[in-house]
């Protein structure tokens, strides 16, 4: 039986609360993973209906990259038509192409239907051609046409992450017709917050947002209400760029337009935090040369994607090794050189990797360009100097107490402070130099950095005692 509100509209008797499923430190209950597995294998559609489908889209993704291979596909299986689709967004691209490519294409799209279309289109982007088109040919013409021109934008663009379901309504119309058509129409979006204006050729005029809407009495026109849209996104403009937009203007919403100024969608906090998510767990990864790398990847996959740039490194130590080479002679006449030398370029190593982290993170928020990379250049180059000094001290006692050798010491303090001050000044320029002809400062800066810090540490270092010893 319903209840009545205040104001008379009927509403369902509320749900009982769903138990939490996640323990203190945040991982989803064994005892919940153990009712599940053998609700799975017992098929209980019952429990799996009554736990399970009423979770919360990120929780029921947490959950399939919580259960077993072979219980995934089993589970969405017994679920049927009361499987929330969009769980698959919050796994793990493996896991979802995994499952994705065991379902048939008729469920697929039968599911795809009841999805927003950024949500779908995050699914359909990674199938095949083939596959791709044949769910699309089962779906209703004016969906498969917004889907379809999702994704003939870019990968990792506002047009792929943008929703196409959108409110618009002309310029002449009042806030009463406004209102009226969003009661009356059924093919809106679930949720939004702004009402935008568009030309009879979709040209984005402005937009109005719904407190403005709520304010404003019945005759009033909407062309009086509106204000222009500030930072309308092209469709064609990089992921990355249109969320520092949303964090630079504290955006809710934005428009998302064509080439020709017309409305084609809108882009969501929602999507754009996972943006913001995404690309700094991609710049992470790249700083530590292990690419896109996902922990639901084989052994292989793994591998494969490590390799490269292990082989990189391979090929600067040996560059690094033939500086040692050169100083051959005087390491075995002075063996406390090789003891001592790791220390100088492991410490350099680090301290350029410092530099290089916080450069090339600002490089991805657009905090560092050519207006202030001067005055940024000149304070590392005064850490690097600050840092040598402390440390070149430090080790220098260290080691002319430890050999008795207070020249080991001066030169080991005059080294580590040469090398301290490469790898501020090599942190932040390659990344820099990078960056300006193109390339991906995440991706390259580091084998660069430490090559850098190796072969200075080393030649400071070695040269320093050969010309001191020898």
């Known amino acids: 039986m319903s209840e009545i509100d205040d104001d008379g509209l009927g509403r369902g008797a509320p749900e009982e609360p769903q138990a939490d499923i996640y323990d203190e430190e945040g991982s989803i209950r064994h005892d919940f993973l153990t009712m599940v597995g053998a609700a799975i294998a017992d098929r209980d559609v019952i429990f799996l209906r009554q736990n399970v489908a009423k979770l919360h889209e990120s929780e029921l993704g947490h959950l399939i990259e919580a259960i077993q291979p072979d219980q995934r ?23 979802r192409m995994q499952i994705v490519d065991q379902m048939p294409n008729a469920q697929i799209a039968a599911a795809i239907g009841d999805l927003d279309s950024d949500d779908a289109v995050y699914i359909l982007e990674d199938l095949e051609d083939e596959d ?70 979709f040209k984005l005029l402005g937009v109005v947002n719904l407190d403005r809407i709520l304010r404003t009495k019945r005759q009033v026109k909407i062309e009086t209400i509106m204000h222009e849209t500030n930072h309308p996104i092209p469709a064609k403009m990089d992921q990355e760029e249109a969320a520092q937009l949303f964090e630079q203007y504290d955006l809710l919403s934005a ?78 006449e002075i063996v406390a050189l090789a003891v001592l030398m790791p220390i100088v370029a492991g410490m350099g190593g680090n301290a350029g990797s410092q530099t290089m982290t916080v450069t090339v993170r600002a490089l991805a928020t657009r905090n560092l360009d050519i207006h202030n990379a001067y005055r940024v250049v000149r304070r590392e180059a005064g850490v690097g100097l600050l840092n040598g000094v402390v440390f070149g001290i430090m080790i220098g006692v260290i080691a002319g107490l430890w050999f008795q050798d207070v020249n080991i010491g001066g030169i080991i303090a005059t080294a580590m402070l040469i090398n301290m001050m490469a790898a501020a000044i090599a942190g932040i320029l390659i990344p820099l130099a990078l960056d300006r002809f193109g390339a991906d400062p995440a991706v390259a800066s580091s084998v660069f950095v430490t090559t850098v810090t190796d072969i200075i540490g080393f030649f400071a270092f070695l040269g320093l005692a050969t010309w001191w010893f020898m």
Do not use: C, H, K
């Not at 292989?300 to 490269?308: D, K, L």
């Open 255 to 332: 428009a998302v337009v064509d080439e020709n100024e017309r409305l084609v969608g809108v882009l969501t906090i929602d999507d754009v935090v996972d943006v913001i998510q995404e690309e700094a767990e991609e710049d992470l990864l790249r700083l530590g040369g292990v690419g896109d790398e996902e922990l639901s990847d084989s052994i292989a996959e793994t591998s494969r994607s490590r390799v490269p740039w292990l082989a990189v490194n391979l090929l600067t130590a040996f560059l690094a090794a033939s500086v040692i080479s050169l100083f051959e002679a005087t390491i075995q």
């Open 132 to 201: 791709r088109e044949e769910i699309l040919a089962q779906l209703p013409f004016t969906e498969r046409v917004r889907l379809r021109r999702a994704l003939d934008y870019p990968e990792s663009s506002a047009g792929r992450r943008m929703q196409t379901e959108f409110v618009a309504v002309p310029p002449f119309w009042t806030v009463g017709q406004t209102i009226d058509y969003m009661r009356d129409e059924e093919d809106l979006p679930e949720t939004f917050t702004q009402i935008f204006v568009i030309d009879p050729t």
């Open 73 to 95: 596909l089993a589970m969405i299986r017994l679920l049927g038509a009361d499987f929330d689709m969009t769980a698959l967004t919050e796994v793990d691209e493996a896991i």
